[in-house]
């Protein structure tokens, strides 16, 4: 158990997990300094729609399927959390559009959720992920959480050592970073992780609609720019774009809108890392003095108020809630 007097508290990574943790945890009063090699939002959470949809991930993502409560629950705790922090929520819903077979096939999948079939899943949120890391940056700064640039090579209770040499004294480290962790060596549960490559294309909107809209293989998310999204590689983790894996996204949403300019469209890629049940490892590694916060797949801003709460509950010694088992950093170590 860790307080404002006795510990110098460690992040690893500025994305969506790592942010709402460190900022967390800066509330609670501890000394918090946050370290990312990268500039701000350039990270799978910046490249990422911004969607808070525990409907449209079990419909979609095979692997989210048998998480759709939990995901709900995630998702409830945002109202509060945004207005905190003064990011809008939009609650426009996902609209579901397509042939009468491949409708009829989600309205199938819908019922087998327990859910009643609708062409417009208003259960589904999203935000707009740059402005919202960019709002989770401020209030993490306002409270006190400190920015250094570089990336975390070891770790070991007293001693943070970073890529360029530097050694620094932390007493914990919370590792929030996304694949370039998974060899194990600051922490061996996170051989467990798989990285997923995803390429978003980034297109001129072609009206106001709020409303997501879910194709066959393709969704369109309106914001600053519309979001084309959104591949998924698995095994890829590379930055590079891929036009030939990005083709069958264009010719998605192509037949949905018509009208729409990818010729002039933007590609953004992240990498996002990915568990083998798809839920994130949160919680005490076998290494000494890091907490595990990684591995979201698809879904670190929807899970992100939740992983943040439950790290700083096991920093404090507080229950960390119901989720505790099912996001257990260490049970895929073998028996």
Same mark, same amino acid.
């Given at each position: 158990?860790?307080?404002? =007097? ?5 992040? $690893?990574?500025? /994305? ?5 943790? &460190?900022?967390?945890? +800066? ?13 701000? @939002?350039? =990270? ?21 399927? *048998? ?12 109202? *509060? ?9 939009? %609650? ?10 491949? %409708? ?9 959720? @327990?859910?009643?079939? !609708?062409?417009?899943? *208003? ?15 401020? &209030? ?10 570089? $990336? ?5 209770? @007293? ?63 309106? @914001?600053? $720019?519309? +979001?084309? /999204?959104?591949?998924?590689? +698995?095994?890829? *983790?590379?930055?590079?774009?891929? &036009?030939?894996? !990005? ?5 998605? &949403? ?19 890392? !990915? !568990? ?22 698809? =879904? /670190? ?11 700083? +509950?096991?920093?404090? /010694? ?18």
């Amino acid at each position: 158990m860790y307080s404002a =007097n006795d510990a110098k508290i460690s992040v $690893a990574g500025a /994305g969506a997990f790592g942010l709402a943790t &460190a900022l967390r945890l +800066a509330r609670a009063g501890l000394a918090v300094t946050l370290f990312d090699p990268a500039p701000p @939002g350039d =990270n799978a959470s910046g490249v990422a729609a911004g969607m808070l949809a525990p409907i449209s991930e079990a419909l979609f993502d095979p692997v989210s399927r *048998d998480h759709l409560a939990l995901m709900r629950r995630a998702r409830d705790l945002w109202p *509060d959390f945004a207005e905190a922090l003064a990011i809008p929520l939009s %609650r426009a819903g996902v609209r579901i559009e397509g042939s009468d077979s491949w %409708r009829a096939e989600v309205a199938k999948r819908l019922e087998q959720l @327990g859910v009643s079939p !609708t062409d417009v899943i *208003d259960e589904d949120w999203r935000l707009d992920a740059r402005p919202a890391l960019a709002a989770l940056r401020a &209030a993490a700064e306002e409270a006190g959480v400190v920015f250094e640039t570089g $990336a975390v090579a070891a770790f070991q209770p @007293g001693a943070l050592t970073l890529a360029d040499g530097r050694v620094e004294a932390f007493d914990v480290l919370v590792l929030a970073t996304g694949p370039g962790v998974r060899d194990g060596r600051i922490a061996p549960e996170t051989a467990a992780l798989s990285p997923i490559k995803g390429q978003l294309l980034r297109a001129t909107l072609l009206d106001d609609e709020a409303v997501v809209v879910r194709g066959e293989g393709v969704y369109l998310a309106p @914001g600053e $720019a519309l +979001a084309v /999204g959104a591949t998924m590689e +698995a095994g890829r *983790d590379d930055l590079a774009p891929d &036009a030939s894996a !990005t083709q069958a996204l264009r010719q998605a &949403a192509q037949a949905l809108r018509p009208a729409l300019d990818l010729e002039g469209a933007s590609v953004e890629v992240g990498v996002r890392a !990915t !568990t083998p049940d798809g839920l994130p490892l949160v919680g005490w590694s076998r290494a000494p003095g890091v907490m595990l916060a990684v591995g979201a797949r698809r =879904n /670190g801003w929807l899970f992100a108020p939740l992983v943040a709460s439950m790290v700083a +509950a096991y920093l404090t /010694g507080d229950n960390p809630g119901p989720e505790a088992a099912a996001f257990d950093a260490r049970r895929f170590e073998k028996a």
